[in-house]
């Protein structure tokens, strides 16, 4: 007799079987986090810089928009990251086809 887990997943796998990807699929996928790791990196440092500058001068309406500014670009930049993962994983998808 099977557990309800068991169950659970094999529902689960009917509705969205798992995609097996190949080591070149991983390398791609790898290389986008990569690229967008970069892209938040290099914005956090060159807003960190500027809200330092801020909480130096005490201007803290600067420095709330500033902070506002670096955690929309980063939320930003991580939903295009997931974005374009999901555009390549549904490429692999139709590759196979």
Excluded at 24 to 34: N, P, R, T
Excluded at 37 to 46: D, H, L, N, P, W
């Amino acid at each position: 007799m099977k557990s309800a887990y068991e169950l659970a997943m094999e529902r689960l796998q009917q509705g969205a079987p798992t995609v097996s990807l190949t080591d070149e699929q991983k390398k791609q996928l790898a290389e986008v986090d990569s690229t967008f790791k970069a892209r938040i990196a290099e914005r956090e440092v060159f807003l960190k810089d500027q809200i330092t500058k801020a909480e130096m001068s005490g201007n803290s309406e600067e420095l709330a928009a500033l902070q506002k500014q670096l955690a929309l670009d980063v939320r930003r930049l991580q939903e295009d990251c997931d974005a374009k993962k999901e555009k390549l994983r549904a490429s692999f998808g139709a590759e196979k086809r």
